[in-house]
């Protein structure tokens, strides 16, 4: 609702209402077309990006250099990653280019000028609508911040039971600033680990399940880190050295076959609770196995895991219950592992 608003603003502005350089204009963050066939439909240029893979964007964990006369920024779930995207639009634009901020009142959206950066005016309502908005505002001079990710870089202390260590964090990350306790527990429920075993971290977020076999079972263990998002990657690729990192969520695209597989994996898609992320690895995960292969996923109890589980798996049980959290192990593949992805 939120790009159907925005996209309606872009069409109906006044005329002359966007300073524009060459026509060129950049989206960040947002998975729907819609705001960009709007500005495409008015001959702009126009240049999509997001952390996340979506269909005709750059996937990549900064946004793409360049001088853009408009900036149009989705409001993200994290206050803070929207500062940081709001300066990154402030770095790529001359004085006077407007930067635009849209979303939902359930989004924070109403509430939302406070993270345009220093440099650009005050911001305004251009459209509200739907209880969704569009936060307008003319850069004045460049951010205060460096344009680069690790300006935004957090380093914090992080504990799994083997003592304190530093760790990065970049804003939109899962768990920002901790050890999520699922995590944790997951991490407590680590078998003995053979050396020589190939073992995939399925959304591996920031890495730490990944960093914590390395550290129990060696450098002779490899291990493999798979997550969608790219910022999270790169925060994984500081905490995890060692682990060979790979951007998306499908299995196939992987040199498998793996000794084992871990996961948190994620359950909401928004804020909707959802399974299918777990579904489709449960389908998955058969072909990536190794023979003997098996699958440790940890998440709240009261999700049913063990009827997904078993539709791929013949021994599938509980290890460990802790608060609200079980660990769930998976062994003994239904499906035949014939057309199973090749190192």
């Not at 750059?58 to 940081?84: I, K, N, Y």
């Not at 920002?176 to 944790?184: C, F, N, S, V």
């Not at 682990?243 to 994620?266: C, E, R």
């Amino acid at each position: 609702m939120a790009g159907e608003v925005a996209a309606e603003w872009a069409r109906t502005r006044p005329r002359g209402a966007a300073k524009t350089r060459d026509g060129a204009a950049l989206v960040l963050g947002d998975p729907s077309p819609r705001l960009a066939h709007a500005l495409e439909d008015l001959r702009h240029t126009v240049t999509r990006w997001h952390r996340l893979p979506s269909a005709n964007q750059l996937h990549t964990p900064w946004p793409p250099p360049g001088r853009f006369g408009e900036v149009w920024v989705r409001m993200p779930r994290s206050s803070l990653e929207a500062a940081m995207l709001l300066h990154a639009a402030a770095a790529r634009m001359d004085d006077g280019g407007q930067i635009h901020l849209y979303g939902a009142n359930s989004e924070g959206i109403r509430s939302a000028a406070r993270h345009f950066p220093d440099g650009t005016g005050e911001p305004r309502a251009a459209l509200i609508k739907r209880r969704c908005r569009v936060l307008t505002a003319v850069r004045s001079a460049p951010p205060p911040r460096p344009d680069r990710l690790d300006s935004w870089k957090l380093s914090a202390l992080v504990d799994w039971g083997t003592g304190d260590r530093a760790w990065t964090f970049y804003p939109g990350v899962f768990a920002y600033g901790r050890l999520d306790p699922a995590t944790a527990l997951l991490i407590e429920a680590l078998p003995a680990i053979p050396a020589g075993s190939r073992v995939l971290d399925f959304g591996a977020g920031t890495g730490p399940i990944g960093a914590a076999v390395l550290e129990r079972a060696g450098r002779r263990t490899e291990v493999h880190l798979l997550e969608p998002d790219v910022i999270s990657l790169a925060a994984a690729a500081v905490n995890a050295p060692g682990a060979t990192l790979w951007a998306g969520s499908d299995l196939s695209d992987l040199p498998g076959p793996f000794d084992l597989i871990v996961t948190n994996p994620p359950i909401h898609v928004g804020s909707a609770q959802s399974l299918r992320t777990v579904e489709a690895l449960a389908q998955a995960a058969p072909a990536a196995l190794a023979k003997g292969g098996s699958i440790l996923l940890v998440a709240q109890r009261r999700l049913p895991l063990a009827r997904v589980l078993e539709d791929s798996f013949r021994d599938v049980r509980p290890l460990v219950d802790k608060g609200q959290f079980r660990v769930w192990r998976a062994i003994s593949a239904r499906r035949a592992q014939s057309s199973r992805p090749r190192r």
